[in-house]
Structure formats: C-alpha cells, structure tokens
C-alpha cells in the first residue's frame, strides 16, 4: 500500500507528485485545498516515503493508486497530478475510469522525445551512484531545478536560493536516489499517446508557457487528443509553475460547479 495522508472534508480530490516530489511539497496549497477538499496525498513505489519493489511500468503505478482508492473508500475523485504524477493520472484514467471524476494535468507531456530520455538517462546514472554511496545528489537536483524554474521567478528569489536547496538535498538517504532511478527510468518508456482518447473524465490541462522539461506543445497534444478538454496556458511561468503560481493552479482546480476561465485562447478538441 502506498504511503498516504488524508486531510480535510468534503469531496475528495487526490493530489500526484512530480517524480522527484514527496508529500510535503503540496504543503503549500493545503490550507485552501482542504476547506473544501477530503484530500489524499501519496508516495509512489521509488518517493521518499514508499519503498520498494519499485514499479516497472506506469499501468503498475496507475494500479496502485485505483489500490488506494480502494481501501480508502473513495470511488470516484478528482485526481490531480504534476509532471510524472499527470502522467500517472492519464494512465489512472484511461484504465481506472470509474475512479476518476475530474482530471487536472500539470506541466505533462504524452510521450517523451529523444532529448527528454537521453535527459532522463543521464538523471538515472546519477541516481545510481547517489546511491551507492556517492556524494553526487546535488548534482541531481542541479541539473533538475535548472530547467525547474522560470528566470522570471528564479529572480525573485535570494540570491542563494539554489544553493540553500541543494543544501536540504545533501541530507536525503541512499534510499531516496535508488527509488528516483527507477522513476526516472520509465521516462524512458513513456507514451500516453495510445491511451488519451480512452479518458472521458473532464479534463483540465494547465502548461507553462515557458516550460523546458515538457515545453507547451506537449500540453497541447494531450489537450486534443482527450475528448473535450480544456488548456490553460499560463504565461511567464515553467516547468514549476505548481510552486511559483499555486493561486492560479488553486483557481483553476476549482470545483467543477465554477467555470473555468481559459486563458490563451486555448480549448483542446478530441
């Protein structure tokens, strides 16, 4: 069973971390999420707070969270996830379709190019030895909050931003880096493509403009290959667009009861 928290009261709403997130890394939004929300925040197989056998397909993780469902009694969800947790819940979706009410992707794609796996293959040897022993984490995450973060946002920060985070991930375990190879190695496999016009729920998809992990276009592949969804383009902001505009992900995840203004000019058509 994965690792899981529930918050709050009311319809639920299960939040999907990035590959590289934990649970806390939704802190952040809660306190607005759950005065409206009973909200399920989970591990996957290969996060912090999940150990392995670590998954070895994105169906496995889409299984385990419908598992989750299950045992908390939820049968039907809003199911929102970031980066590789949109992913998962495309696959959720697709082929647990009585689980999912309402989809809210954030910064996905639906299929990586060549350029996203040899990046992913690169981040998986450098895990790899982070977790045999070698000091090399940081530079893991370097080369992920590099092209994390908007130039727009990252100048608003002190000025020792970067290296206060890279700091924080100097503590983590071996564990950690073993469980982030085997998540950075289905990037390597990834293709929704097949499985988009299978989903059905409402979906809202959310790009940043500015995105060099899974640049705008992809966002907008999946916007029109799922029947009827909906793309918001969010400008001046990245791949980190869930940290540096939590109020306009929070307005845009509203309750379905309340339109949804699209931004950009943008409706997908599938």
């Known amino acids: 069973m994965l690792t899981h928290r529930v918050d709050g009261d009311g319809p639920p709403l299960v939040l999907l971390n990035g590959g590289l997130m934990s649970i806390a890394a939704w802190q952040p939004l809660m306190p607005a999420l759950v005065t409206r ?17 670590y998954a070895r ?19 039907k969800a809003h199911v929102a996830g970031a980066s590789f947790g949109a992913e998962v819940a495309m696959f959720l979706a697709a082929l647990h379709p009585d689980h999912v009410g309402k989809l809210t992707i954030i910064t996905a794609t639906e299929k990586t190019t060549e350029s996203m796996r ?19 984490g940081p530079e893991l995450f370097r080369a992920i909050l590099d092209a994390t973060w908007s130039e727009a946002w990252l100048a608003k920060q002190p000025p020792d931003f970067m290296e206060q985070r890279l700091r924080q991930v100097a503590l983590l375990p071996a564990s950690f880096y073993e469980g982030a190879a085997a998540i950075l190695a289905l990037l390597e496999s990834l293709d929704v493509t097949p499985h988009l016009a299978s989903i059905h729920a409402p979906t809202l998809v959310i790009a940043g403009e500015h995105d060099r992990v899974f640049p705008v276009e992809h966002s907008r592949a999946i916007a029109a290959a799922i029947r009827n969804a909906q793309l918001v383009i969010v400008p001046d902001t990245g791949h980190g667009l869930l940290f540096e505009r939590p109020e306009e992900v929070l307005r845009l995840m509203a309750p379905a009861t309340v339109p949804l203004a699209p931004q950009s000019g943008e409706r997908g058509q599938g």
């Open 57 to 75: 397909s994105w169906e496995e993780h889409a299984d385990d969270v419908a598992a989750l469902l299950d045992h908390l009694g939820i049968a």
């Open 118 to 136: 040899s990046n992913a293959r690169e981040g998986k040897r450098i895990a790899e030895r982070a977790s045999a022993g070698e000091p090399c």
């Open 37 to 53: 929300h009973r909200v399920v925040r989970c591990d996957f197989r290969g996060q912090l707070l999940t150990p392995g056998p």
